[in-house]
């Protein structure tokens, strides 16, 4: 098993990419972690596929009896909660290939404490300006839309934290190419 935590700002591709890249390479054995949220679910999202949506009782419940390896709210002060649970991380660390985590930078530090494993890390990069676009096009609030805008130009330095970038400024297959080859390199 290796793990990759790939992160980056909001709108900067990081879903996509990894989806296109478990996609357009199914023999390579990826598998993406699914993270639990709070927040509702966008057009065309399933629960228990690409999110554990739950109410915030529940998410609270969950951080009170330890069960989220980490945890944040993003956008700060939207109320929508994010978090790894410790099961989906056993299930990860059992793979018998690449699991993939999407999470923040704050994340990645947390497990890189709490690991003992190596992690590979990877900032997703991409102009703000696109940024914005992917963004603006999305089907949420639009407090929420501004939120992230805001929140990314402060993500877009976290690229620091990464032991590799990959610059989005492609189609996602030529990006999940260059991702698959950082990862098997």
């Known amino acids: 098993m290796s793990l990759i935590v790939i992160f980056g700002p909001s709108g900067s591709g990081k879903t996509t990419i990894v989806n296109t890249l478990i996609t357009k390479f199914p023999d390579k054995n990826f598998t993406k972690a699914i993270t639990t949220t709070t927040r509702p679910p966008r057009e065309n999202e399933t629960n228990g596929k690409h999110y554990y949506f739950v109410e915030n ?77 992917t963004i603006s096009n999305r089907n949420c609030p639009y407090e929420e839309k ?20 990959l610059f989005n400024n492609s189609t996602p297959e030529e990006a999940a190419e260059r991702l698959c080859k950082a990862i098997e390199g």
């Open 146 to 165: 501004v939120a992230r805008i805001k929140h990314c130009r402060k993500q877009n330095k976290a690229g620091s934290l990464a032991d590799l970038i």
């Open 57 to 133: 009782a529940e998410f609270e419940k969950l951080k009170g009896k330890g069960f989220l390896v980490e945890h944040t709210e993003y956008p700060k002060g939207s109320g929508y909660q994010y978090g790894l649970t410790v099961a989906e991380l056993v299930r990860l660390l059992n793979f018998q290939g690449y699991a993939i985590v999407i999470m923040e930078e704050n994340g990645l530090e947390t497990l890189k404490k709490k690991l003992k494993a190596p992690i590979k890390s990877v900032f997703i990069k991409r102009s703000l300006s696109e940024i914005e676009k």
